[in-house]
């Protein structure tokens, strides 16, 4: 009768061994990745919801001063003092019109 070393029995057994630690490591390298992951997402989103407030209300003020602009051009075309009429002299332009478009030049509007 032949007696088997022990050596040849173990070597399945390390085998196991060793392919379970790296199952376990792959898994623990993937939990790592992911929880990098959702953290860089988080940053990303808080820089983006900076980046959006900063834009709304960079255009809230923009869009304030515009408004005060037009309603000085609607003021030039409602003042009683301007006359309505055609003046055959400056090329059948309202002076309103001419006004109106000197304020929007000087405002930076056109």
């Known amino acids: 009768m032949i007696v088997d070393p022990p050596v040849l029995h173990a070597l399945p ?10 199952y376990h490591r792959v898994h623990q390298i993937n939990d790592n990745l992911i929880g990098a992951f959702i953290h860089l997402i988080a ?10 407030d900063g834009a709304v209300q960079k255009a809230m003020t923009e869009a304030s001063a515009h408004l005060q602009a037009a309603g000085q051009v609607l003021n030039l075309f409602i003042d009683q003092s301007i006359p309505d009429v055609l003046n055959s002299q400056e090329e ?3 002076p309103a019109r001419t006004r109106a478009l000197s ?3 000087r ?3 056109l």
């Open 13 to 22: 057994t390390a085998r196991l061994y060793l392919l379970c630690f790296a």
């Open 43 to 52: 940053q990303y989103e808080k820089q983006a919801k900076l980046a959006a």
């Open 92 to 94: 059948s332009v309202f």
């Open 103 to 105: 304020t929007l030049v």
């Open 107 to 109: 405002l930076q509007l």
